[in-house]
């Protein structure tokens, strides 16, 4: 089981890399993160977004949130279509898989 430390290395890992793909200054969005036992959900968007959480700054698109497990580090990226709590059921209800390895997802 990983340390919520290692947890959120990990995530911030994950968009270090969607950063570099994109071109784009992205951050994990500050005190967005929702705790549950089995892992972290975490958002993301522009740093400039996360400052100044004005919605004109809010351009990014495709920047879905995503669950890192703390019990296998998998990164399980959830869509943009539904609200997060559409998602988290899903993932509860063990029909959501969209699951990218560990060592996939950051390499």
């Known amino acids: 089981m990983l340390t919520e430390q290692q947890v959120i290395e990990i995530a911030e890992k994950y968009v270090k890399k969607r950063s ?7 951050v994990i969005l500050d005190n967005e993160a929702i705790k549950k036992p089995y892992g972290i959900i975490f958002f993301y968007n522009t740093k400039k977004y996360n400052d100044t959480r004005n919605d004109d700054d ?35 209800a063990g029909r959501f898989t969209n699951i990218l390895g560990l060592n996939s997802s950051l390499e």
């Open 58 to 92: 809010n351009t990014l698109l495709g920047n879905a949130p995503f669950l890192l497990e703390n019990k296998t580090g998998n990164i399980v990226v959830f869509g943009t279509s539904k609200s997060e709590e559409y998602y988290i059921q899903e993932y509860e």
């Open 20 to 26: 570099a793909k994109s071109k784009y200054d992205l």
